[in-house]
């Protein structure tokens, strides 16, 4: 049998699976703070470059905060935190292979398709309303492009809310800012605006109906037509 080669470890690793350790087993808890480095030098017998490392790299994970003057602390994990953590490295792999930019919009259409769908069975009447609202505040953005993107954002985020998946609007959201240099171009183009709005009213009435079939429906017909008139503007 070939042996494997045995791999030095820097010590900062060495670190880093240590504190892992002590914070899966629930030893320093969500919330509380990591002891001092000086506490960790002499616990782990390393100096404070390895310490320093190990903790930086906790906190590019998401998995720690470090706030000047203080000790680290674990975050309280949530949907939101855990999704931006990989923001950073969508954008840049987009930026990197446009050609999965065409991933990312399959994955939308088929995300917020089945939000849509469960929006519809799970709306209220509180819920149609604040739809109704969106749509509204949508209309009265049109002399602010910028305002407009965000209304925009916000209807999205809504049906996504009404879904009942507390995961779905951290989801939404960073396709939004991932996409983000493909998606205000659809947007901003000329006539998109009352496009937009019209078609996102019959994504509310399909919700407002409990129509499962006819919200997934208009959603799908929505990101289709968005994603046409991208193709479109890009040949020009």
């Known amino acids: 049998m070939a042996e494997t080669t045995i791999v030095r470890r820097k010590l900062y690793q060495e670190v880093l699976d240590r504190l892992m350790d002590r914070i899966?087993?629930?030893?320093?808890?969500?919330?509380?703070?990591?002891?001092?480095?000086?506490?960790?030098?002499?616990?782990?017998?390393?100096?404070?470059?390895?310490?320093?490392?190990?903790?930086?790299?906790?906190?590019?994970?998401?998995?720690?905060?470090?706030?000047h003057g203080e000790r680290a602390r674990v975050v309280v994990p949530t949907a939101e935190t855990l999704?931006?953590?990989?923001?950073?490295g969508a954008m840049h792999l987009l930026r990197m292979q446009p050609d999965m930019l065409e991933h990312l919009k399959s994955a939308r259409m088929f995300l917020e398709a089945g939000m849509a769908r469960m929006a519809a069975g799970n709306a209220s009447e509180e819920d149609v309303a604040q739809l109704q609202l969106k749509v509204a505040q949508q209309r009265a953005s049109m002399v602010n492009l910028e305002e407009f993107i965000e209304r925009d954002m916000a209807f999205h985020?809504?049906?996504?809310?009404?879904?009942?998946?507390?995961?779905?609007?951290?989801?939404?959201?960073?396709?939004f800012r991932w996409a983000g240099e493909y998606y205000r171009p659809l947007v901003?183009?000329?006539?998109?605006?009352?496009?937009?709005?019209?078609?996102?009213?019959?994504?509310?009435?399909a919700i407002a109906a409990h129509d499962g079939d006819a919200a997934?429906?208009?959603?799908?017909?929505?990101?289709?037509?968005?994603?046409?008139?991208?193709?479109?503007?890009?040949?020009?």
């Not at 901003?188 to 009435?205: C, F, K, M, N, Y």
């Open 24 to 67: 899966r087993s629930g030893e320093i808890a969500p919330g509380a703070q990591l002891p001092s480095e000086r506490e960790l030098m002499e616990i782990y017998g390393v100096g404070r470059p390895a310490i320093r490392e190990a903790l930086q790299t906790l906190e590019r994970s998401g998995i720690v905060e470090i706030a």
């Open 216 to 236: 997934e429906q208009a959603m799908r017909a929505h990101l289709s037509r968005a994603n046409d008139l991208y193709r479109t503007l890009i040949r020009t």
């Open 188 to 205: 901003r183009a000329p006539g998109a605006e009352e496009l937009t709005l019209s078609e996102h009213q019959r994504i509310v009435d």
């Open 157 to 175: 985020r809504e049906i996504a809310r009404i879904s009942g998946n507390p995961i779905f609007p951290s989801i939404v959201e960073s396709l």
């Open 83 to 88: 999704i931006a953590q990989i923001a950073g």
